[in-house]
Every structure is written in C-alpha cells, then in structure tokens.
C-alpha cells in the first residue's frame, strides 16, 4: 500500500495507526549538500516538497526488497539536520502486506504497479488551513527547520495544496479523507485489494 498526500495531512498517524508495517518513504530525501536539490522558484531554500529531492529509485530498491524477501535495509534520516545519520533494518517477516508512506509515494504508482507489488495508492487529503495547521505545528514541536524556512513553506504549500493532490491523483493515487482510508486499508489487509504474495 502506498500512502501519500501533503505534507501535515496525517500520514504518519494514519499509518501508526493502521497496525501493518510501515516503511517511511522520508528517510529516502537526499543530503542536504546534495548539488542536485532543486530550489524554489525565485528563493535560495531548497524545495523540499519537489520529487528531485528525493531518491525514488533507492525507495523502490527497498520496497522490491521487501516485497521479495521480508526485508531490507533503510537510511535514518534527519529531517532538522537534512542529512542521513546512519541505517536501520526493516523487517516486515511474513506480512502479506505493508504501508509505504511519504509526500512522495505517488511517485511510485506506476513502477510498483509495473513490478506486480501494488496493493492500493491513497492520497490523504483533509483541506488547506486544517493541513496548514497541522504541518506548521509538527513542524516547530520537532524542530524541523526554522521558524521563517517553515512560515514560507507553510504558505506557498497551503497555496498549491490543491494541485499536489490534483498531481498525485494523476499519479494514480485514489484521494480519500482518513475514515475512507482506513477503510481501504482494512480491505487490502482482508485480501480484497492485494495483487501479490508481499504488497505495498
């Protein structure tokens, strides 16, 4: 299963709670000395919510992995310091299913869906300014970035929230409110939606 959305729209918690195993498509950014970061339109910060920042091919390397044996090995990520602070062992052992989640997941739809391990691609999405809220105050409880950087991005992302979910839709993700989600998720769980032994 592959879970995307805006950032702030409540991956994560949707994904905590959900009880599969989950592999956190975050830890695949790249460093933040990476020359080939893109920027914002007009600005020197990095644009972080842009697909060029993050490595796609190492995060369907993992999910194959995973998909094929039960297990593989992951960055750790450090999102305030945007670097990788080492490597950790995901190990799902014989679960018929996993939750991929990440901004970027939709990215993803077609390859997965090409390698025959796509179970479902959702696309959470609660509204701009209750989004807009929930990323900013994240944001500052983990010190992610610094209060202007995440005022800026706060704004420009609640601004664009509409086309992100109009391009990842166009990716292939079903965009859905947290109950339909969850309800999804119960279904590809049961074997309803699964087109493989292992899928994400």
């Known amino acids: 299963m592959l879970l995307c959305g805006p950032s702030g729209s409540g991956k994560s918690l ?5 009880g599969l195993p ?3 498509l975050d830890d695949f950014y790249k460093e933040g000395t990476d020359p080939t970061l893109p920027t914002v339109p007009h600005s020197s910060d990095i644009d972080w919510d842009h697909p060029g920042s993050w ?6 390397a993992a999910i ?3 998909c094929r044996t039960g297990r593989t090995r992951v960055p750790v990520y450090d999102l305030s310091l945007s670097a990788r602070t080492g490597a950790e062992a995901v190990d799902i052992g014989r679960t018929p299913l ?4 990440g901004i970027f997941a939709a990215e993803l739809v077609t390859r997965c869906r090409e390698l025959g391990v796509l179970a479902d691609a959702l696309c959470l999405s609660r509204g701009p300014v209750t989004t807009f ?11 992610r970035k610094s209060v202007p950087f995440l005022l800026r991005r706060g704004w420009r992302l609640m601004r664009q929230e509409r086309s992100v979910i109009a391009r990842q839709t166009a990716l292939g993700a079903y965009a859905c409110d947290r109950d339909e989600a969850m ?3 119960a279904d590809a769980a049961a074997g309803r939606c699964a087109t493989a032994r292992t899928a994400a």
Do not use: I, N, P
């Not at 949707?14 to 959900?18: C, E, H, I, K, P």
């Not at 490595?55 to 369907?60: L, S, Y």
């Open 98 to 101: 996993f939750l991929a989640e």
């Open 183 to 185: 309800g999804r998720l």
């Open 64 to 66: 194959a992995e995973l």
């Open 14 to 18: 949707l994904a905590a709670r959900s």
């Open 22 to 24: 989950v592999l956190r």
């Open 55 to 60: 490595d796609a091919d190492a995060a369907v």
């Open 133 to 143: 809220r929930r990323r900013f105050a994240r944001d500052l409880r983990e010190g």
